[in-house]
């Protein structure tokens, strides 16, 4: 599990140094993010006690940092309403285990963070909801768990290595996006050019 975590995490720290430009001021509070992510992995054993709190807590303020702009008003309500849903989702998997090994459900993250990338959001945003969507539903499904006092536990090492997982397909549908948007634009420079020759 630690190869894994430790894995997920350098390759955000790769393409976050390689892919964003220094001048980007959330840039430098992403690499403190992922920073805290490799710092905090040998205390993510969960026992449903305060410092799980204090884990979700720090991580959905870096969340929220990122989601943080102008945005429409309903916009705000995303992340509420997405982390219900992930809580939702959580709590039947932790009820039903079966379903977690069922091979679709990995592959469901790509159809998750395609819909995220086409909300029209900035990029930083989408990471913002990515991030707080997860740690919220944690937090319900956490205390849903401790109110009804049973073994079972949302695992903050899974949550923070899928949250990893978001990120990175994030960082490739991005770079899908910018691909597709340079190569429209280089066909209308060459149609514009054969129009003024013609």
Same mark, same amino acid.
């Given at each position: 599990?630690?190869?894994?975590?430790?894995?997920?995490?350098?390759?955000?720290?790769?393409?976050?140094?390689?892919?964003?430009?220094?001048?980007?001021?959330?840039?430098?509070?992403?690499?403190?993010?992922?920073?805290?992510?490799?710092?905090?992995? !040998?205390?993510?054993?969960?026992?449903?006690?305060?410092?799980?709190?204090?884990? $979700?807590?720090?991580?959905?303020?870096?969340?929220?940092?990122?989601?943080?702009?102008?945005?429409?008003?309903?916009?705000?309500?995303?992340?509420?309403?997405?982390?219900?849903?992930?809580?939702?989702?959580?709590?039947?998997?932790?009820?039903?285990?079966?379903?977690?090994?069922?091979?679709?459900?990995?592959?469901?993250?790509?159809?998750?963070?395609?819909?995220?990338?086409?909300?029209?959001?900035?990029?930083?945003?989408?990471?913002?909801?990515?991030?707080?969507?997860?740690?919220?539903?944690?937090?319900?499904?956490?205390?849903?768990?401790?109110?009804?006092?049973? !073994?079972?536990?949302?695992?903050?090492?899974?949550?923070?290595?899928?949250?990893?997982?978001?990120?990175?397909?994030?960082? $490739?549908?991005?770079?899908?996006?910018?691909?597709?948007?340079?190569?429209?634009?280089?066909?209308?420079?060459?149609?514009?050019?054969?129009?003024?020759?013609?």
């Amino acid at each position: 599990m630690a190869v894994t975590y430790y894995w997920y995490a350098w390759v955000m720290m790769i393409l976050v140094c390689f892919f964003i430009e220094k001048n980007v001021y959330k840039r430098d509070v992403f690499v403190l993010y992922i920073i805290f992510q490799m710092v905090i992995f !040998s205390y993510l054993m969960n026992k449903h006690d305060l410092f799980t709190y204090i884990v $979700l807590g720090l991580v959905s303020m870096f969340g929220l940092y990122f989601w943080l702009e102008q945005k429409r008003f309903w916009f705000h309500v995303l992340p509420f309403a997405f982390s219900l849903l992930t809580a939702g989702v959580q709590l039947f998997l932790i009820v039903n285990p079966v379903w977690s090994l069922f091979p679709a459900i990995e592959w469901t993250i790509i159809g998750i963070i395609f819909i995220v990338q086409k909300m029209g959001l900035s990029f930083f945003s989408q990471i913002g909801l990515w991030i707080l969507v997860n740690t919220l539903g944690t937090v319900w499904s956490t205390i849903a768990l401790t109110y009804y006092q049973t !073994s079972e536990y949302i695992s903050l090492v899974e949550m923070n290595i899928w949250i990893s997982k978001g990120i990175i397909l994030l960082f $490739l549908f991005q770079g899908i996006y910018r691909v597709n948007r340079s190569l429209l634009k280089m066909k209308r420079q060459q149609r514009n050019k054969r129009g003024i020759y013609a």
